[in-house]
């Protein structure tokens, strides 16, 4: 990915609780509405969400996320930061995007 990325619709969000090798646990939630950003290949990826998943976001031990698009693009990294009201996470994108046809 060399441009910027914005986007907003749905998605295929998934939360990874919990470091490898440790007890964790995942949470998928399908076709959510969100609006991701990333204003550069090395930035970190902005992905504003509706409040249902807030509860999900404010659990504890939160480690990584993946947001798959419809297009095919897939994000995915380590969680660094998490809105205290739930609406707001950003991943660092250490695995490259992958580019749907």
Do not use: C, W
């Not at 480690?63 to 297009?71: G, K, M, Q």
């Not at 205290?84 to 250490?94: C, H, K, Q």
């Amino acid at each position: 990915m060399s441009e910027p990325l914005s986007y907003r619709g749905p998605a295929d969000v998934t939360l990874i609780y919990g470091e490898p090798g440790e007890l964790g646990g995942t949470v998928q939630r399908p076709r959510i509405e969100v609006v991701v950003n990333q204003h550069a290949p090395t930035a970190p990826v902005s992905v504003l969400v509706n409040r249902h998943l807030g509860v999900d976001l404010l659990k504890p031990m939160l480690s990584r996320a993946t947001v798959a698009l419809p297009d095919g693009t897939v994000l995915a990294g380590r969680v660094l930061e998490v809105s205290g009201t739930g609406d707001y996470f950003e991943i660092a994108a250490v695995s490259p995007a992958t580019q749907g046809d």
